[in-house]
């Protein structure tokens, strides 16, 4: 059954598949698809995450972004954070994997621990090749498909390099400008709410820090 939660970047990313040359995949919504609140290894569900599977059982875009299967043959979500249970060190497996970069490691995931009175629950990109970091990039899921919404609408639109792969912005770090008009989470960013997840310790720990900390700067000077 469809949860009754608004979801207008949902639907604004499959109008944008629509209308541009993005092949869009989505598999039928399941009825034994976790609500909001359930536990997954021990992680709430998000409740725009459990939204999204009352409507859709996953989401493929010929762009590379995907959203975990979870329906009658595939509990993609399910698989995805018993993976990072088994290969990521804490913080990381504590986030609640739902997505990623279709053939990259890049991954989407909610932060359980930064969930808000209503248990919605704020996105980050993980890069776990060589020193694993997150990146802040929306306030909740909804928030996320409105951003990559955006992104798509740039590049075949503002830039028209749609059919240039090679030319793309690089999501996220590319384009601050979609990150920072989201209030709540560069609320929560200025705070010093996400540092656990970007600032780790490693071998390149420092050159990925001075990186984190020009694309924040960035960040902060399109949003005043």
Known sequence: MMIDVPMPGLERLLVACEKYPVQARIRKSWEGAPTAGTLLLGRPMDP?????????????????????ACDKQVNGVLMANEHIQRHWLEPFRSLLVFGGEEALSYRYATVPSLADAQGVQPVVKVDPYEDIYALPIASNVDCFFDTYARYLELVYETLGV???????????????????????????????????????????????????RAWIAQLRAVST
């Open 48 to 68: 725009m995450l459990a939204a999204f599977y009352s409507r859709l059982g996953g989401l493929l875009l010929d762009s590379g972004l995907y959203v975990n």
């Open 162 to 212: 749609g059919e240039e792969r090679g030319a793309w912005p690089v999501f996220p770090w590319d384009v601050p400008e979609f990150i920072a008009t989201d209030r709540t989470l560069m609320n929560m960013l200025v705070e010093g709410r996400f540092d656990f997840l970007m600032f780790r310790e490693g071998v390149d720990a420092q050159r990925t820090h001075k990186e984190i």
